[in-house]
């Protein structure tokens, strides 16, 4: 049919809007491919360029910086300092032995040095850094700068290391770092990333260990380019990591330094309680071993060297040391008596010098006796008979019970490595370890600390610090440094009573004449201590031994010796710090031990210096020059204050 003008006209119209409309959409089309063009040539060129080929982008993980940790009063315990290392990556290094070797003849380095690098390349993923070396000189680590061309894949960083300024002193408080072991990643169960990292060091012991989930932080990362020589060009991004939280320790370093000092040369354990917090203010073990060494990877020598030492220098004495406590425990049995209702302390025992209980002779150290003595006295001149006679009266039973409730026996959670819990004996305890009945025997041997019963110097100084306060303090070795008060102890119950007759036994043991720790007195009224001694019996003479001549623990080899034992508070009118000390084989508790226990608790009242004044007139002169030889071990503190706690 044919089309009317008009209708051509109209098809003439719709195929000309048509034809517009398409050739609008393709203008639209290709200008915006050119603007894309322009843009992706011009605008992102160096963004594309990253892309090419020859050259990677990298993701690395940035090690936080870990934690500090201070003193009580802000002394540096526990630091970072820097530490210029040279990396290596495998996948960027091509071949690794010819790389290895140039880096070997360019700084240096040891053979095994770069044996271990390769055997750490060999056991992780092929982009994972290694560390090869470590605490380079500025020189040597410009010059792997320099030479960063013909060393392919290899990195010259600054990072941290740890560093302990006080050397010895807090060895086995603090404790040190080490690389991540096998035996680490295996008790974490689902391990942090950041563990991965080769050579990555975490806490190996004490409060490193114990707190390393606070001291570790959380990593960062980082995002490089890197070439097709393994050099890194730029970096692309960085996301920082979250350092680790600082702690503060309830340790006062300079009353530790006095107390390190004071036990040079023995082997003895020293900790200082305060009575209202229940604070740690020292502890101290000796001897003790440069933290250090083993953060910066410890000699086959010098380790064999601490490992074979009888002294045990890796050993925390004060925490992990187990030694019967002797003459220091009969305070607890003199307490289960009293709480038996068997005596009332005024009550006086007659002492010839022994008692037979069933069919065996058990000796006082006093041969000849002490003749009539009430409780007072008893512990004045630590007569055993008279303990003898209240154990069998009051049964183990009763002493067990008290010896708990005086903190004996008691695992205490401190961040510290491998707190012993001692050994509290009881009736239920033998049955199960030993498959047999407990005998009245063992209780007379437990009624002045011997046998079966086994203490810490930490649980002794806590006994005392209860004896003291009549509180059942808790010790703690972490503080928040904007606190403004600790919560006070609950009461132990005890009968004031009884307490005064065991604080007046223990003043007494000092200040008497008859006293057994009275040659290491406090003469200054202000600071007037009660004290008792201790010795713990670790093998007896014997017959054959007292015939070939042997009749005093001198005579023995020092490893056969008796343990010396002090424990003491003061003020006596406002007790403020109890003081226990163990010297390993030191023979008596008052000579061997008291005089220490003295000087630390003179030195915990006066900011870590005992003042003369304090002695005895006759001992000032000895004191005076054993005071100089000492200030040569003694640290000016004042460069380690980092800040004000």
Request: charged share 25%; hydrophobic share 40%; with cysteine.
């Amino acid at each position: 049919m044919k089309r009317t003008d008009r209708e051509k006209e109209l098809s003439r119209r719709l195929i000309t809007r048509r034809a517009l409309g398409l050739g609008a959409i393709k203008l639209v089309v290709t200008g915006a491919l050119l603007w894309r063009l322009r843009d992706m040539q011009l605008e992102q060129a160096d963004a594309f360029r990253l892309l090419a080929e020859e050259n990677r982008i990298n993701l690395r993980l940035l090690p936080p910086t870990r934690g500090l940790i201070h003193d009580r009063n802000g002394v540096l315990l526990a630091g970072n300092e820097q530490n210029y290392r040279v990396v290596i990556t495998r996948d960027d290094a091509g071949d690794i032995d010819l790389v290895l070797g140039r880096l070997q003849k360019l700084i240096g380095l040891p053979d095994d040095t770069i044996a271990r690098a390769r055997e750490d390349m060999l056991r992780n993923r092929p982009f994972v850094p290694i560390t090869v070396a470590e605490r380079l000189s500025w020189e040597e680590i410009s010059a792997v700068a320099a030479n960063a061309p013909a060393l392919p894949g290899v990195t010259p960083e600054m990072g941290l290391s740890r560093v302990y300024p006080l050397t010895e002193d807090l060895s086995h408080v603090v404790g040190y770092v080490g690389p991540v072991s096998d035996q680490d990643l295996a008790r974490e169960q689902d391990p942090d990333p950041v563990l991965m990292i080769p050579r990555f060091q975490i806490g190996k012991s004490g409060v490193e260990r114990e707190a390393e989930a606070r001291l570790r932080g959380k990593a960062g990362s980082q995002r490089v380019e890197v070439n097709s020589v393994g050099r890194v060009m730029r970096e692309l991004d960085r996301v920082g990591g979250e350092p680790g939280e600082t702690l503060h320790l309830t340790i006062d370093a300079r009353l530790q330094n006095y107390a390190m000092a004071r036990l040079e040369g023995q082997s003895a354990a020293a900790v200082v309680i305060d009575i209202e917090s229940g604070d740690i203010l020292a502890s101290a073990s000796a001897p003790s071993y440069d933290a250090n060494l083993f953060v910066r990877g410890i000699s086959s020598k010098n380790y064999n060297a601490l490992l074979e030492n009888e002294y045990r220098p890796l050993v925390n004495k004060c925490v992990q040391g187990m030694y019967p406590p002797g003459s220091t425990f009969k305070m607890v049995t003199a307490l289960a008596a009293l709480d038996a209702a068997e005596t009332d302390g005024r009550e006086r025992v007659f002492c010839p010098g022994h008692m037979d209980v069933s069919g065996n002779r058990f000796h006082c150290w006093k041969r000849s006796g002490h003749g009539r003595v009430d409780l007072v006295a008893a512990l004045s001149e630590s007569c055993d008979v008279y303990f003898y006679e209240m154990s069998q009266r009051c049964g183990i039973d009763r002493i067990n019970a008290m010896a708990e409730r005086l903190g004996i026996g008691i695992r205490y959670q401190l961040p510290l490595t491998s707190v012993a819990a001692g050994l509290n004996p009881s009736r239920e305890w033998k049955a199960r370890t030993r498959d047999a009945d407990w005998r009245i025997g063992d209780t007379v041997n437990v009624s002045i600390g011997q046998g079966y019963v086994l203490t810490t110097p930490l649980q002794l100084a806590i006994m005392t610090a209860r004896l003291a306060s009549n509180r059942a303090v808790v010790p703690r070795l972490l503080r928040d440094p904007l606190e403004r008060a600790v919560p006070q102890a609950a009461s132990l119950d005890l009968r004031p009573e009884w307490l005064d007759m065991i604080r007046r036994g223990m003043a007494q043991s000092v200040n008497d004449r008859r006293g057994t720790a009275y040659s290491s007195r406090v003469v200054e009224p202000t600071m007037a201590m009660a004290g008792k001694t201790g010795t713990s019996q670790v093998f007896r003479i014997t017959q054959a031994e007292r015939d070939a001549g042997i009749r005093r623990q001198e005579d023995l080899p020092w490893n056969r010796r008796n343990h010396a034992l002090f424990v003491n508070f003061a003020p006596l009118d406002n007790p403020r710090v109890a003081v226990a000390v163990i010297v390993e084989h030191g023979g008596g508790g008052s000579t061997a031990a008291a005089p220490i226990g003295r000087d630390i608790l003179l030195a915990a009242l006066n900011d870590g210096r005992p003042p003369l004044a304090a002695y005895p007139t006759a001992q000032r002169n000895r004191i005076s020059a054993e005071q100089t030889e000492m200030e040569n071990r003694l640290r000016d503190l004042g460069s380690f204050r980092v800040s004000r706690a």
